[in-house]
């Protein structure tokens, strides 16, 4: 028999799948491929009328095109030009939802319109033109981001956005002053305004490069493997060269939003698991079947999406630093780097300076085991609260708890690196009231990195970059309180802490000038004011009725958000603005002396109505209003001018006035030119960040680091952790370990109280556990697993003591599997995660399993038990905490088969059931050393609220 992928020497052999045998069903929808060519290379494959359509807009006839461009192929000449545009883009972006602007709505057309509007909860109708019906729906520009929502998150679609923008140098008369062009392409990966919204999770497009042709033979597990991952929202950047065995331990860290494969893959159905089993993973998430034309596009003519301040010094640093990558891993760069800026062509990336990752940095935990963990979310209902998590979550930063949610997918193998966290949780945790002031501070800090990432799009309202230069002032701050107080460190400590305090040091003046020259005040103002509007908008509120209250006077000259003082140019504007103000008052005050005083009427009011028409306001009784109607009749002049009526009602009247007019024109000019003035001055600090980009985000990685590590502080002191000993060696001993979650369960539901208990294993050493059902074997099993992971991401344990030899994979055979490996029994599936830990656990690893060999017959079950806890011994050679309902078994085999070295290396312990009398009885979940010779069930089943007739009748069988 073949096995169907390879296997090194020494492994066990692998079961084959045959596809015949044990057929995978499709996989589920969100799999789309997008037909996209990237280059002229394409031409030669018969693909040149796409090849027209590169999404490359600036070589792009059609996203350029104005609607009167038609098509190359006019294949429906009687579409007007809009909506011929539309349709080439439906035909040129097949299976993505086309979203056009069309004025100030989005829009769908023709069959996308009939299938999305029901879905996207919008009402179709249909427009008549000469050739015919089209239907078509739509919906208001501001609501994009909740549409995008629905079609990327929710429907895991990609969604092409064509953007309306006006001709330049044409009238506003002309009919066709308007064209359109694709300016970005959402898909989950992309979709960067989530990404701003979701403060605490990274949103991650992973590429993986697999080797050509590799899947037309089978799989070899030390195939190497090229990754890359980013957040666009962040600037992060990542590669990393991965073997194949061990590729999906690395997808689990990631947790990817959407991953990126070549189209080439496509036939092969990677995720039915046929051609390497592990894959089956890949069926979670979001795929893209991508052109991958990388070996076209130098990795230089990508440099321009880095800004790492000076451009030569950015080139140089990249070229440098690219040198350290293997071949898979610029490949996986390349295609990632082009995707992006392929999908958001209309702005400008700024990515930090690619990171290598070494596989041997960080530990290993494979997908089941981040689930079995419940590290991220609870295996019963995917949900974040209960997780570990969210359980030991205590950031008050989003850069500190993305960081913390990367730490616990992947803890460090950095010895010196973990100590260093010890250290200094240490200290946080000793020093309490430092700490509760330290993070007051860091509770005022922004998201620094996505701010940036904001202003280098283009995007980013001025009230963000105060918030961006309170953030660097309050680093400031954060660095000062710690120089104060390094007095209260040892030496080692305090040189961690005086370096880390080195990248807060950000440059003040550029800080300063904004804090002292931008007015947050109108800036929180202006910022309500737009809210409230925005408010209405969503509640969509007659915009008529709003148009009917006419604008009071023109704005004050304390709307504006920029200081005079900041440049002589915005000096002399407002000095002119104040100039002109003074005019308008002088102008007021005397003709509301005129009409008010003299005339009578009861109030007068300098306006500009809603058609912009500047004119007087005057109230009053008819008979005061019939006289101010004679004057103007006879051509009276009011500070110099005739008045004509504009608009009038019993007791109103509207007035022309020419001085009046020309002061308000003056006004206005005056206000848009000071506005002009003060957004170029915002974009002028907006760029100074995004120069700035490497140091501002260091400044963001320190603050997430000081965030996470207080936060451990907080948590130690409140859960009552204890500095575990981290070291080389190859140990795993605890003293009255606890389950966090199990714990704070226990406590929220009952009176109960968590019984510790002691875990001691070396290198090859096995502890088999046994017990009642419900005993608590699992949560020992786990228990042990998050006390090694909670070690090495540097935060302190739930023990009275820990000793961790560092471990550098962590496997587990827990539980039910998921759903994945649909059609295969679940014994099938048991036993395909039992032999990757026999072909991946090393003499560091941590291996836990629960109840191996329980999906089969009792005597077959039993052997396969045996076998795979003697195969860890003598191969695998990890530790090994080994539950298990056939202890009694197990011994009798081990004691009959086993040499004595090998015996020793196994310890039995059991937990145990406590008769109260009567029917009653309590689960000790303390452990002792021996076999628990039986399993209650039959008590499980009758908690279970069996029926007596069959609780009597198991019981009779029992005996
Ligand atoms: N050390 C402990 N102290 C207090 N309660 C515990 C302890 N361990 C487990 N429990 C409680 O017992 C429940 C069952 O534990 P667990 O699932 O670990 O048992 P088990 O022995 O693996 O059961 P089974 O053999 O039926 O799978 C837990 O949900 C928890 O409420």
């Given at each position: 028999m073949k096995p169907f992928f390879k296997v090194p020497k020494g492994c066990l052999f692998f079961p084959r799948l045959s596809i015949r045998h044990y057929s995978l069903k499709a996989p589920q929808p969100k799999i789309s491929k997008l037909k996209i060519t990237f280059n002229k290379a394409s031409e030669s494959s018969g693909e040149k009328a796409v090849d027209t359509y590169s999404i490359d807009t600036d070589s792009c006839p059609i996203a350029q095109a104005n609607d009167n461009v038609l098509s190359p192929i006019p294949s429906k000449p009687s579409l007007p030009p809009s909506l011929q545009y539309v349709r080439d883009l439906m035909d040129l972006y097949k299976e993505h939802v086309v979203l056009t602007q069309m004025g100030s709505f989005y829009e769908l057309y023709f069959e996308q319109a009939v299938k999305y509007a029901p879905e996207l909860n919008i009402s179709l109708t249909n427009r008549a033109y000469s050739h015919g019906k089209?239907?078509?729906?739509?919906?208001?520009?501001?609501?994009?981001?909740?549409?995008?929502?629905?079609l990327v998150n929710n429907y895991g679609y990609s969604v092409t956005i064509a953007e309306q923008f006006k001709k330049e140098d044409v009238a506003n008369n002309e009919i066709n002053k308007f064209y359109r062009r694709v300016t970005r392409i959402v898909t989950p990966g992309t979709f960067i305004d989530e990404a701003f919204e979701n403060l605490r999770e990274n949103t991650y497009l992973l590429n993986i490069e697999f080797p050509e042709?590799?899947?037309?033979?089978?799989?070899?597990?030390?195939?190497?493997?090229g990754i890359c991952w980013c957040d666009v929202s962040t600037g992060e950047i990542f590669v990393q060269q991965v073997y194949?065995?061990?590729?999906?331990?690395?997808?689990?860290?990631?947790?990817p939003k959407e991953i990126l494969l070549d189209e080439r893959l496509l036939g092969f159905h990677i995720e039915s698991g046929t051609w390497y089993p592990e894959l089956v993973e890949l069926k979670k998430f979001f795929i893209k079947y991508q052109k991958m034309p990388s070996q076209h596009?130098?990795?230089?003519?990508?440099?321009?999406?880095?800004?790492?301040?000076?451009k030569e010094a950015t080139d140089r640093q990249l070229r440098i630093q690219f040198q350290t990558f293997t071949q898979k891993e610029l490949a996986?760069?390349?295609n990632t780097l082009l995707y992006v800026s392929d999908h958001l062509p209309d702005f400008s990336i700024n990515f930090q300076i690619p990171q290598r990752q070494l596989a041997t940095a960080i530990m290993q935990i494979d997908s089941r085991t981040s689930a079995a963990l419940e590290l991220h979310s609870t295996v019963r209902d995917n949900n974040k609260k209960g997780s570990l998590l969210s359980s030991i979550r205590r950031t008050v930063t989003p850069s500190g708890t993305r960081l913390l949610s990367q730490w616990l997918s992947g803890p460090s193998l950095d010895l010196k690196e973990i100590k260093k966290r010890q250290r200094?949780?240490?200290?946080?945790?000793?020093n309490v009231d430092l700490t509760e002031t330290l993070r007051l501070m860091l509770k005022k800090v922004n998201d620094l990195s996505r701010i940036l990432q904001k202003f280098s799009f283009g995007r980013g309202e001025a009230l963000e970059l105060i918030q961006m230069a309170q953030s660097l002032q309050i680093s400031r701050e954060i660095r000062d309180y710690l120089l104060d107080n390094v007095s209260l460190m040892k030496v080692t400590l305090k040189s961690q802490i005086l370096q880390l305090t080195e990248t807060l040091d950000f440059e003040k003046g550029l800080v300063d000038d904004i804090l002292k020259f931008i007015n947050e005040e109108e800036l929180v103002k202006s910022q309500d004011v737009k809210q409230n509007g925005d408010a209405n908008a969503i509640l969509e509120i007659d915009v008529k009725e709003k148009k009917d209250v006419n604008k009071d006077e023109v704005s004050e000259l304390t709307d504006f958000i920029v200081n005079p003082s900041f440049n002589s140019k915005l000096r002399k504007l407002h000095d002119a603005y104040q100039c002109v103000w003074q005019k308008k008052e002088k102008l007021n005050n005397s003709l509301k002396d005129l009409f008010v005083g003299e005339l009578g009427a009861k109030t007068f009011a300098l306006k500009e109505r809603q058609n912009g028409e500047y004119a007087l306001h005057v109230t009053g009784t008819v008979s005061n209003l019939k006289k101010i109607d004679e004057l103007i009749a006879k051509k009276t002049e009011f500070y110099g001018n005739s008045c004509h009526i504009l608009q009038q009602s019993s007791q109103t009247r509207w007035l022309s006035h020419r001085f009046w007019t020309d002061l308000g024109h003056e006004l206005e000019l005056l206000t848009l030119k000071i506005r002009n003035e003060e957004s170029n001055i915002i974009n002028?600090?907006?760029?100074?960040?995004?120069?700035?980009?490497?140091?501002?985000?260091?400044?963001?990685?320190?603050?997430?680091?000081?965030?996470?590590?207080?936060s451990f502080a907080v948590l130690a002191n409140e859960k009552n952790l204890v500095c575990p000993k981290v070291d080389e060696s190859d140990k795993l001993e605890v003293v009255n370990g606890r389950h966090l979650m199990v714990e704070e369960g226990l406590s929220a539901r009952s009176l109960e109280t968590f019984t510790a208990n002691d875990c001691e294993l070396a290198k090859d050493n096995l502890w088999v556990i046994t017990g009642p059902n419900m005993g608590g074997k699992s949560t020992f099993l786990r228990q042990n697993a998050i006390i090694v992971i909670l070690a090495q991401v540097g935060c302190f344990v739930p023990c009275s003591k820990a000793h961790v030899g560092i471990v550098d994979k962590l496997f587990s055979r827990v539980g039910s599997a998921d759903d994945l490996y649909n059609e295969m029994s679940t014994f099938m599936v048991e036993m395909i995660e039992t032999s990757f830990i026999l072909q991946g656990a090393t003499t560091r690893s941590l291996a836990i399993l629960d109840e191996i060999g329980r999906g089969t017959s009792g005597k077959e079950g039993i052997s396969i038990a045996y076998a795979t806890l003697k195969y860890l011994l003598e191969n695998n050679q990890c530790r090994t905490l080994f539950a298990t309902h056939f202890g009694q078994e197990l011994k009798q085999i081990i004691d009959r088969k086993c040499a004595k070295d090998l015996r020793?290396?196994?310890?039995?312990?059991q937990s145990g059931i406590t008769d109260l009398g009567g029917n009653n009885f309590c689960y000790n979940h303390k452990l002792k050393p021996g076999i628990c010779m039986k399993s209650d069930a039959i008590r499980v089943a009758e908690l279970a609220g069996f029926p007596t007739e069959a609780l009597q009748e198991a019981r009779e069988i029992l005996g």
């Open positions: 089209v239907p078509f729906a739509g919906f208001p520009v501001h609501q994009l981001s909740r549409h995008l929502k629905m042709n590799c899947m037309s033979q089978v799989a070899d597990v030390s195939l190497k493997i194949l065995k061990d590729l999906v331990s690395a997808i689990t860290r990631i947790q596009r130098t990795i230089e003519s990508f440099y321009g999406l880095f800004n790492l301040g000076e996986a760069l390349r200094i949780v240490g200290f946080f945790k000793k002028l600090f907006k760029r100074k960040f995004i120069d700035r980009s490497d140091e501002v985000r260091q400044v963001a990685t320190t603050l997430g680091y000081l965030d996470t590590l207080s020793e290396k196994i310890k039995f312990y």
